[in-house]
């Protein structure tokens, strides 16, 4: 039977109006995308701030002195100081300190010999990650420092090699830059699987699918006259998002806006196309809400690069991250906002997202009833 | 004879290998122009083969073939020819009348400019003429099954299904839409009706009636009815409580069945089975007599199926303290309840005695509902008082509110726990426990013979057993005073026969029962009704006396149905006038 325009037409409309009429999908398409991207824009960031350290100076002289001043100057700390490391002891237990950097009594005699440290670091290992960034952070901030007295006390110090890093496509590295472009990725995903899934599961759930199927209509039409609607409000919602990630947050833009489309529409597909093979195995709302957020979302978030670095990730993982579409498109959307155009990287990650779009839709289509069971 | 138009032949059709077959062996015909009428107990199966001559299902074995087309193998033609209404209407809650309308015109690809004409013929036909701009979901039950049946007229169908039409719809526009239907029929359209309602069943032209997944009958509901002529009795002119004068009657095995309509009891004998009663030893009281009566096809039914569950309820034989007394229970003084500028329930004010039934009847979104949940404590009124048991429930102790049982409007049990479960759970919430709980939760068991289910997640059972339990859940800790919200909507008369079986031997005991509903049968078995219209109580008193008020010429014996629509129009008249 030959597609038939008015049934598809009808259908959409229908949508259309529902949408519009139920704020929960409003809320979705809205509300959600705003929430993800301030939350990610401002809440959520890698980006280091003022960690609360103790410093304990055992003998003050003027080298403690200089470096005190060059620990408190640096953006990255706060620091309380004290005599005694027993002092400040409780507080690191308390988690008030996340480390204590002790400068010994033989600081001055030691600093500029070089074969012992004069200075102890001790950092709250709990959060592994922020450790590591106290301890480095330290570690940089006492080689400048000692470079500077060298060169001020007339020694050319040389260390072997002067590292000067460039950082590209991000030079503020700022975190804020590559996280929102991914959480666009997220808040689509969310869009085309969740808003799908509930709404033909609502159908069965109310009883008006089984009206719907009385109808002469045809499964191409139920997929079409069905998807359309929410294809338009996930590219609306797409275009939300990039605005204000690129107005609101001022993220960087270097690719093209028709590449960019063209490869959200692939995204988009994919996405309503896993919505709706959700939809047609859950018996209820409740059950296909709570299979799109663990099938989609929790995916897209944790194998796409987003937040979770793959690459560190255990190799059988690294496997399962290869058919989660996010991946691809949230690695085209950090390369069309940091660095531009890439045809070759663009092409590959649109060509596997339309293939994972490809195979959802085919199982949708084999799956979907057109009868009660 | 004309070609038929459904032929089913050797249909069965099973869901899961352990469950019976939900229709088993089943061929007949089904001819065009006439209502056909699908009638049969619960779980008989009626709405599987309805779905499957709608082909949203297709049989195990035999085929089914409507106006030559077959379901399995030509389901797209089939669907050009039939139209369906599915239980709860199929309608889409936040569409407008005119938007649900023009939905089912695309997918039915009506043209542009046939779609005028036929609209507007629909909603003159449906009386939603004034109402195309409200959402569906703000129409009230009985305009939303007319949208529903407009919706599936868009195109005018060779077959018409409808699945249960009337459930939750009101007296009147059950009737009004018995008219549309017989119109409908009266152009070629064949109608499928199923119904669980016998008075609608005796109307149809044929019925079908299943029992067990199998025809037990077809044909028209007359010659059916014939079969027990001479069988039906009454017996009039009771001075003692008749619910024990019935409760004594069921004691006979010949008795096949037996029901309250107002003062008398009525009755049904076996076939030859007609030996005179002695009356005395029913302690119907000097002056009692037994009268033969017409049969109605509700009395063939229940002998078609074997006659309604015999015997007494065990509660009658309980020999716990009865609630005696005269006083009164409940009192309702001009009770008032508004949402804004809406209102639900405006100064209704009655009294209930001790041991007495009393319905609360009318239409649905009529205040029932609302003047219920005041009395229960569960809404707070707007003005006037709700007293139970000479307490405002709402802010009674416990203690007070141990002593009401209330059977919630619906299935209010937890679907995913088993029958036992749902029992123990109810005994604690009751604040039963150890071996008062665990015989209270026997004893439920026993009464509603649920032993061989009390593993069945109570969402499984059918409908029948799903009120059973929940009547259980809400009588274990053995109250005073009984609130059932709509007891028996949508099933069938064995079941509901059984289920006041149960209550009147409670009543017996002194129980008191405070009962809505919009079913006008169930109000037979009431001592008191009050009439509910547009939050205001428009009539109130015995049903044998509402029923006086209406008799005329034409109608020389009035059901309670037609009391109620007779004064209802009445009041919808002086409010005109």
């Known amino acids: ?373 | 004879m004309t070609k038929p138009l459904i032929d089913i032949r050797g249909v069965s059709k099973r869901f899961g290998a352990a469950m019976a077959p939900a229709v088993k062996g089943l061929s007949t015909t089904i001819g065009p122009g006439k209502i056909t009428g699908l009638v049969g107990p619960d779980g008989s199966g009626k709405t599987t083969l309805l779905r499957m001559m709608a082909g949203l299902l297709l049989p195990d074995e035999g085929t089914i073939s409507v106006g030559g087309h077959d379901t399995r193998e030509s389901a797209a033609s089939l669907r050009r020819d039939i139209a369906y209404m599915p239980q709860r209407f199929g309608l889409y809650e936040d569409l407008s009348v005119l938007e649900n309308l023009r939905l089912y015109a695309d997918l039915r690809d009506l043209s542009k400019s046939e779609r005028e004409n036929r609209f507007k013929l629909l909603l003159r036909f449906t009386g939603l003429e004034a109402f195309t701009g409200r959402l569906a979901g703000r129409l009230s039950g009985g305009m939303k099954q007319k949208l529903g049946l407009a919706c599936a007229l868009v195109t005018t169908p060779k077959l018409l299904l409808l699945d249960e039409p009337s459930v939750g719809v009101d007296p009147i526009s059950r009737k009004e839409l018995w008219r549309m239907t017989l119109e409908l029929a009266g152009q070629g359209i064949g109608i499928v009706w199923s119904t669980a309602y016998l008075d609608e069943a005796e109307k149809c032209t044929d019925v079908l009636l299943m029992s067990g997944g199998k025809l037990l009958y077809q044909g028209a509901p007359a010659n059916l009815t014939k079969r027990v002529e001479g069988q039906t009795f009454a017996i009039r002119n009771i001075q003692t409580d008749r619910r024990a004068v019935l409760a004594n009657l069921m004691g006979y095995d010949h008795i096949l069945d037996g029901d309250i309509r107002g003062h008398n009891v009525h009755f049904l004998v076996e076939t030859g089975g007609a030996s005179p009663l002695l009356l005395d030893q029913l302690g119907a009281g000097k002056g009692a007599h037994v009268v033969a009566t017409e049969p109605r096809f509700e009395d063939a039914f229940i002998a078609l199926l074997g006659g309604a569950a015999s015997g007494r309820s065990p509660f009658m034989d309980r020999s716990e303290r009865p609630h005696n007394g005269d006083d009164t229970v409940i009192d309702a003084a001009a009770l008032t309840r508004k949402f804004g500028d809406f209102v639900a329930a405006d100064q209704v004010s009655f009294q209930v005695n001790r041991g007495q039934v009393f319905g609360l009847i009318g239409p649905n979104g009529a205040g029932k509902s609302t003047t219920f949940k005041m009395l229960c404590g569960l809404l707070k009124p707007t003005s006037g008082t709700a007293r139970v048991a000479g307490l405002d429930l709402r802010n009674a102790p416990s203690m007070v509110r141990g002593r009401i049982g209330y059977m919630a409007q619906g299935f209010s049990l937890y679907g995913d726990l088993s029958v036992q479960q749902n029992l123990d759970f109810f005994a604690g919430v009751y604040g039963l426990s150890g071996k008062h709980a665990k015989m209270a939760v026997a004893r439920m068991i026993e009464i509603f013979a649920l032993q061989d289910y009390l593993t069945t997640r109570s969402i499984e059972l059918s409908l029948g057993y799903k009120r059973r339990l929940a009547l259980a859940c809400s009588v274990m800790h053995e109250p005073d005073i009984l609130f059932l919200d709509e007891p028996t909507s949508g099933v069938d008369p064995k079941t509901r026969r059984e289920f006041w079986g149960h209550i009147n031997a409670l009543v017996t005991r002194g129980v008191t029962i405070i009962v809505t509903t919009h079913f006008l049968d169930e109000a037979e078995y009431c001592d008191r009704v009050a009439l509910i219209n547009l939050g205001k109580i428009i009539a109130a008193g015995e049903p044998d006396t509402l029923k006086a008020e209406v008799r005329t010429a034409e109608l020389s014996n009035p059901s309670l149905e037609d009391a109620f629509i007779a004064i209802i129009e009445r009041a919808a008249q002086e409010v005109a006038a």
């Open chain 1, 1 to 373: 039977m030959r597609p038939n325009s008015r049934r598809i037409f009808g259908l959409a409309r229908k949508e259309t109006w529902q949408i519009v009429r139920d704020p929960s999908s409003i809320i979705i398409a809205a509300f959600l995308p705003l929430t993800l991207l301030f939350l990610f824009g401002y809440g959520v960031t890698f980006d280091p701030r003022h960690y609360d350290i103790g410093l304990v100076v055992e003998q003050p002289t003027p080298e403690t002195g200089s470096f005190t001043a060059s620990l408190i100057n640096s953006s990255y700390f706060q620091v309380e100081t004290a005599r005694h490391l027993q002092d400040l002891e409780d507080k690191m237990v308390a988690g008030e300190l996340k480390g204590i950097v002790v400068l010994r009594a033989d600081f001055s005699r030691q600093a500029f010999r070089g074969d012992t440290a004069p200075l102890q670091i001790l950092v709250d290992g709990t959060d592994a990650n922020t450790a590591e960034l106290i301890r480095s952070y330290v570690q940089a901030l006492w080689a400048s420092w000692l470079r500077q007295e060298l060169l001020s006390n007339g020694v050319d110090f040389r260390p072997p090699i002067v590292l000067e890093p460039r950082l590209w496509f991000n030079p503020e590295a700022s975190s804020k830059n590559y996280l929102v472009p991914g959480s666009v990725a997220i808040i689509m995903t969310m869009i085309g699987a969740l808003l799908t899934a509930l709404v033909v599961a609502r159908e069965w759930e109310r009883g008006t699918m089984e009206a719907l199927l009385t109808t002469p209509i045809g499964r191409w039409e139920l997929l079409l006259g069905k998807l359309a609607p929410y294809f338009v409000l996930g590219m609306i919602s797409m275009v939300l998002s990039v605005a204000t990630a690129i107005w609101l947050f001022e993220v960087p833009f270097r690719g093209s806006f028709l590449l960019l489309a063209m490869i959200s529409a692939v995204f988009m597909w994919a996405s309503l196309g896993l919505g709706l093979f959700i939809s047609t195995i859950s018996p209820n709302q409740l059950i296909a809400a709570q299979i799109s957020i663990l099938s989609a979302f929790l995916p897209a978030f944790y194998f796409s690069n987003f937040v979770f670095e793959i690459d560190s990730m255990p190799v059988a993982l690294q496997w399962v991250s290869y058919i989660v579409p996010a991946k691809y498109f949230v690695s085209t959307l950090q390369t069309l906002f940091l660095v531009g155009n890439v045809p070759e990287l663009i092409a590959l990650d649109t060509a596997v997202i339309g293939l994972i779009g490809l195979v959802f839709f085919g199982l949708t289509v084999r799956k979907t009833r057109m009868r009660l069971e």
